[in-house]
């Protein structure tokens, strides 16, 4: 007879159950635990692991029968290993964008989502070198920016990254301090914001298909108090659903994509753009003096 487990077992009874059905010719040749569910070789769900389990040692082994013994195999769970690409990308585009100047000393913050539902997102820690990251220097926080996982504080600006998250449902958030998106912050302030067309570049933003795309990016004053500031962020992106980004007043530029090379290539496009505006402005001030 097989032994089934229930959801009204206990922990320790389930795993009494699973054994036990193992040992006496359970039919199931192997049960893998993934995102708390209970699922044999052939793919059907047969329950819904209780969360007291915990993630961290039922996501990570299977139970499987070979030869009549039972062996746990070591399994990375799905949750660990997207959060390793993610992060061993964004170690990279930080190393790429110290090495172009945009996120100098300790500058810029870099983050992408792990699980949409619950919201779990991976950002550098606080005060570090973006050109000596490492997929260690990151933390994992939950959507109310409490860290889940990892070393050290989370950066500063957490919950400007969670806002963006979840507002534009992005992938991954890059916030760069380059000179020009600096400088340009500060050219358009009063204006609102920077209107950027007529240049081929532009084609490289999502849904861009002209160079006669004109694109408006929002420019909001810096504020040392992230939940106030967060919540200027979350008005201004409803009040501009066609942004792409978005710059800080004297601090620099953030940009957002449905994934990380997304997110990456915005960046690079709008730091072009904003050299050629803060360089155009530049040229136009110097000759009418």
């Known amino acids: 007879s097989r032994v089934i487990p229930r959801m009204t077992d206990s922990p320790k009874l389930l795993v009494r159950r699973l054994v036990l059905g193992m040992t006496l010719g359970f039919s199931h040749r192997e049960t893998a635990f993934h995102n708390h569910s209970l699922r044999a070789d052939h793919g059907r769900s047969l329950e819904t692991i209780p969360p007291e389990f915990g993630p961290h040692w039922l996501q990570s082994c299977a139970l499987a029968r070979t030869g009549g013994k039972i062996n746990w195999q070591s399994q990375p769970s799905p949750t660990t290993m997207a959060s390793d690409s993610r992060e061993a990308f ?4 930080g190393r790429s964008c110290y090495q172009r100047g945009w996120a100098l000393g300790t500058s810029g913050n870099f983050s992408a989502v792990i ?4 919201l779990v997102l991976t950002i550098t820690a606080s005060g570090l070198h973006k050109g000596a990251l490492s997929a260690k220097q990151f933390v994992r926080v939950d959507a109310n920016g ?3 996982e990892g070393h050290g504080r989370p950066s500063a ?3 400007l990254h969670l806002t963006v998250a979840r507002v534009r449902q992005a992938g991954a958030v890059l916030h760069t ?7 340009v912050s500060g050219f358009y302030a009063e204006s609102g914001g920077v209107s950027i067309a007529g240049y081929e570049m532009l084609k490289g ?3 861009v298909t ?3 795309h004109r694109e408006w990016l929002p420019i909001i004053d810096n504020d040392q108090n992230m939940t106030r500031l967060a919540a200027v962020i979350e008005r201004t992106l409803a009040d501009c659903p066609a942004a792409h980004g978005f710059l800080l007043r004297g601090h620099g530029l953030y940009t957002w994509g449905r994934v990380e ?5 915005h960046l690079e496009i709008l730091e072009f753009l904003l050299e050629v505006v803060g360089r155009c402005r530049l040229a136009t001030t110097s000759s009418a003096s």
């Open 90 to 93: 964004l170690v990279e585009l």
């Open 115 to 118: 699980t949409r539902t619950p």
């Open 146 to 148: 409490k860290v889940l």
């Open 157 to 159: 600006e957490t919950a």
């Open 177 to 183: 301090h380059s000179v020009w998106s600096t400088l």
């Open 205 to 207: 933003l999502d849904g």
């Open 210 to 212: 002209s160079h006669t």
């Open 261 to 265: 090379e997304e997110a990456k290539r």
